[in-house]
């Protein structure tokens, strides 16, 4: 990603960010409320455009966002299979299989309009999931599950990260961020401070630093 | 020099000519009363045809404009393409009126009835209607670049729809030709009635010039306020 | 070509799921057809107009209003939950989004009309049995051009506060030629006169759909970029 800027309505949102994310790495994005962490993941996923600069992706790429971008009308089953369609997936066993790993077997044929908001989230994993992507864009995907859900799909993210998925996550849990990612940036002001390799820092020194990015 | 301060600048000579398509509309005014000839079957009711045709092809050339900018804003995508055609369409809209009220004012007296389904009055009315829209859904949208792409859209529509509308309009009317006297807009006017004619639709198309430059100078510093502003909260 | 049809006819097959499963916009439209239908045939001096005098324009207003009452609901799907982003990440193409969502709106704007169309012939007491393929043709024809102006703008109509009200708005102007057309050849095919009094019309309507169709979908990738 070279030079990125987005407006929205007239204000400068994020202004000239330069970063990139490897194989297997994982980047945190953390920051105040409203300092353009979702913006900063729709432009990335290509659903927003950058007002200037330029976007390199890979053409497989999973989001899990804020809404959970599933038909409440439709049974769980049947959103998958719909997201099957579109991603060409042809393999019959991929939505259960999909559906296992989320451990939603038991609910599939329910229509989502029912689920509880930690079900919906968990869902949206799995939706994000279905065509085996590169690169994965959650915007805080712990946020709603109870804390069986958050031990599960950490260690499901974990997994996969070290499968070799890379990974742009926005979270506010500090303990959790520092167990997944490789390195974290600060998003304020339009502005982002990556700091790389986190291996021997601990979250205590993360979470000073946050706090003092969000009082900043 | 900054941005404003050419904004108020092209503000001002929009006002300028503005003023100076005022005294050309009182010259025509004299003009077609005091030295233009009554035209023989309608009487001193037709001199509003002085009025009426040139608003109709400036409304229609102000829609015209606004659809093909509109063609440009997608391509090139610069905002200032936006608010031009945003600024002709609401110029168009008004000149619509003026045709509008016109067109039924000279009717009356010489068809009997004030609204009569005429080629150019139905085509005018529904491209009007089609442009009021336009105008609605602009001020229903606030974020300025959905509106431009918005506007845009239904700006290339709206112009590609206007031949549509006049070959319906005409099927209709062959279909039912109605036994009104047909209006001398044909080019078999006499010449002082057409120079009349030109000379007031210069006028318009004076007052078309002076009208978007003032609507879009008000626009630009709209914009840059609002720039200003945003600037000042982030 | 033939993905873009399999995405379009996926986005579609979902679409009409959901509207079978809930079938509110359906009814309220159905409802709203006889409803139309009955008013229009009081709205008149029965001794000095006949029935068969408003029939064709009392059929055409019927079945755009009705189709207006579903257009939107195609697109308000996709805003609840942010789902058309959704649709937007995977790899189909964008007009894939448009056709499929033209080919949902047909589909029900159809299913509205062939209901209606008996009820409209028992109410006006018109028995159009020899014209009905030609009827149904027209039907086809006026109801393509319709839709596709109507699907692109409720694309756009759905993000504005007042989409019921602006989707009518914006759209009436679009419907003139066709729907013109359409009466006057519905009014030609009642009557059991020959079509080539029309042909005008029937070419103008033609002309109507290729461009409307053909413009309304390069146009429509205009109204998803933000």
């Known amino acids: 990603m070279r030079d990125l800027s987005r407006t929205f309505g007239y204000r400068l949102i994020l202004d000239r960010l330069n970063f990139r994310v490897d194989r297997g790495a994982v980047l945190a994005v953390m920051g105040p409320n409203g300092a353009g962490k979702t913006t900063l993941l729709r432009v990335l996923s290509g659903v927003l455009k950058p007002t200037s600069g330029s976007v390199e992706r890979s053409q497989r790429i999973g989001m899990v966002g804020h809404h959970s971008m599933l038909y409440d009308a439709l049974t769980a089953a049947e959103n998958l299979a719909f997201y099957c369609r579109l991603f060409g997936i042809t393999d019959r066993n991929r939505v259960q299989e999909v559906l296992d790993l989320m451990g939603l077997s038991r609910w599939q044929h329910q229509r989502v309009g029912t689920f509880s908001r930690g079900m919906t989230q968990r869902l949206a994993v799995a939706r994000a999931l279905l065509a085996e992507p590169d690169l994965l864009l959650l915007d805080e995907p712990l946020s709603s599950l109870d804390e069986y859900g958050v031990d599960a799909v950490l260690q499901l993210l974990m997994r996969l990260r070290d499968e070799g998925t890379s990974m742009v996550l926005v979270g506010h849990e500090v303990s959790s961020v520092t167990q997944l990612a490789t390195s974290i940036g600060f998003l304020v002001g339009g502005h982002m401070d990556v700091i790389e390799e986190l291996g021997g820092r601990d979250g205590r020194e993360i979470a000073e630093r946050y706090r003092e990015v969000v009082r900043g | ?234 | 070509m033939a993905e873009v049809l399999t995405a379009a006819l996926a986005i579609a097959a979902k679409d009409i799921s959901i509207e079978l499963r809930t079938k509110t916009a359906f009814m309220s439209a159905l409802v709203f057809a006889i409803l139309v239908l009955a008013i229009l045939f009081f709205a008149r001096d029965p001794t000095a107009v006949a029935a068969i005098d408003v029939a064709p324009g009392a059929l055409w207003v019927t079945f755009t209003f009705a189709a207006m009452v579903g257009l939107n609901r195609s697109f308000l799907l996709e805003r609840e939950n942010r789902a058309l982003e959704g649709i937007l990440l995977s790899p189909i193409p964008r007009s894939s989004i448009f056709l499929g969502k033209l080919i949902g709106n047909l589909a029900f704007v159809f299913t509205i009309e062939l209901i209606s169309l008996p009820i409209f012939m028992l109410f006006y007491d018109v028995a159009i049995w020899s014209g009905l393929p030609r009827l149904l043709i027209v039907m086809v024809m006026t109801s393509v051009a319709f839709v596709s102006v109507g699907t692109l703008l409720s694309s756009m109509v759905v993000r504005t506060r007042f989409a019921e009200l602006m989707l009518p708005l914006l759209l009436l102007p679009f419907l003139v030629p066709p729907v013109v057309g359409a009466v006057q050849v519905t009014a030609r095919i009642m009557a059991e006169r020959p079509l080539n009094e029309v042909a005008g019309w029937l070419k103008l309507l033609a002309a109507f759909d290729i461009v409307f169709f053909i413009l309304s979908l390069m146009l429509f990738e205009a109204t998803l970029e933000e």
């Not at chain 2, 905002?79 to 009356?108: C, N, Q, Y």
């Not at chain 2, 004030?114 to 974020?143: N, Q």
């Open chain 2, 1 to 234: 020099m900054n941005p404003r301060q050419n904004a108020v600048r092209l503000n001002l000579k929009g006002q300028l000519i503005t003023w100076v398509a005022l005294l050309g509309l009182a010259g025509v005014y004299v003009r077609a009363l005091a030295f233009t000839p009554i035209e023989r079957t309608q009487g001193p009711a037709q001199k509003i045809f002085y009025l009426h045709a040139p608003a109709a092809m400036t409304a229609l050339m102000a829609f015209a404009l606004t659809g093909v900018v509109s063609i440009f804003y997608l391509w090139l995508k610069d905002r200032k393409l936006d608010l031009f055609a945003a600024s002709s369409a609401e110029v168009g809209v008004a000149f619509s009126v003026v045709m509008l009220t016109t067109g039924p004012i000279w009717g009356k007296p010489i068809w009997g009835t004030w609204w009569s389904w005429d080629a150019r009055l139905t085509s005018t009315l529904f491209i009007f209607l089609l442009f009021v829209g336009y105008l609605v859904m602009r001020g229903a949208l606030e974020d300025p670049r959905v509106r431009a792409q918005y506007s845009s859209v239904i700006g290339i529509m709206g112009l590609l729809l206007v031949p549509f509308i006049h070959i319906s309009v005409y099927l209709f009317r062959t279909l039912h030709p109605t036994p009104i006297i047909a209006k001398p807009s044909a080019p078999s006017l006499p010449q002082e009635m057409l120079v009349t004619l030109l000379i007031s639709a210069l006028v318009f198309l004076l007052f078309y010039v002076g009208f978007v430059t003032q609507r879009y100078s008000l626009g630009l510093l709209r914009e840059l306020k609002h720039e200003e502003a945003a600037r000042g909260i982030s």
